[in-house]
């Protein structure tokens, strides 16, 4: 079943964060998180594991609640070379397909 | 590491005729997953292949729909009697077999069925 992404779409000014939330309705095994430029191939951003895991990446950081099984990507002072599409992916497993959300268009302006 | 290659890059075709379509993964990677993505949507599982063997395919994916992985390497996605619906970026992504591996994305081909 294909995870739910929030918002759709944000604008955001160099400077400023941002948070995308991917909620299922399933118990997950992991979420991976991807960033989409326009015209290129998703690109690996981190894995969490169920067990509320909370990853660094530069600025862009993620958890996981097991509870609520939802992950939250943070994004901090965010740059322009953050703008792209993000989408997460859910697996039930640790061997199932993943299964990617719709999407959350991020636009950085200066 | 020279990431994962496919071809062709664009694809133009009439419907009712075939394509194929080729993707090389990163060569110590066993596991090779396609998947479709449309204008404003994520990426759509396909299949995927572990080595040689087609472990699982989307029961949403239409019999005019084949791939191969005839040696574990490189493989092919065909599809017979093209449809207008059909239209669409192919991607191909190939990972590591152990669990929490993350996927590599090719860059894609992108299909126009006219």
């Known amino acids: 079943q294909q995870p739910v992404q929030s918002p759709q779409a944000v604008i955001l000014r160099e400077g400023e964060d941002a948070v995308i939330n991917c909620s299922s309705s399933?118990?997950?095994?992991?979420v991976h998180w991807y960033r989409q430029k326009h015209g290129e191939a998703p690109v690996f951003l981190m894995i969490?594991?169920?067990?509320?895991e909370q990853k660094g990446h530069d600025k862009i950081s993620a958890s996981f609640n097991e509870k609520k099984q939802q992950s939250s990507l943070y994004l901090t002072a965010s740059q322009l070379s953050y703008s792209g599409t993000y989408f997460c992916?859910?697996?039930?497993?640790?061997?199932?397909?993943?299964?990617f959300g719709k999407g959350t268009r991020l636009s950085v302006i200066a | 590491d020279t990431g994962v290659s496919q071809n062709p890059r664009h694809k133009i075709t009439k419907r009712g005729q075939n394509v194929t379509f080729r993707c090389d993964p990163i060569?110590?990677?066993?596991?090779l997953y396609w998947y479709r993505q449309t204008l404003g949507q994520g990426p759509e599982f396909l299949t995927y292949?572990?080595?040689?063997?087609?472990?699982?395919k989307s029961r949403l994916l239409s019999d005019r729909f084949s791939a191969e992985r005839p040696k574990g390497s490189f493989s092919t996605l065909e599809i017979q009697r093209t449809e207008q619906g059909d239209s669409a970026m192919y991607l191909c992504?190939?990972?590591?077999?152990?669990?929490?591996?993350?996927?590599?994305f090719g860059n894609g081909t992108r299909l126009t069925v006219t």
């Open positions: 992504a190939s990972s590591l077999r152990r669990e929490n591996s993350p996927l590599h």
């Open positions: 399933k118990a997950l095994y992991s």
């Open positions: 969490l594991l169920k067990g509320g």
């Open positions: 992916g859910t697996e039930v497993t640790g061997n199932t397909p993943l299964v």
């Open positions: 060569s110590e990677h066993n596991r």
């Open positions: 292949f572990q080595n040689e063997a087609q472990l699982e």
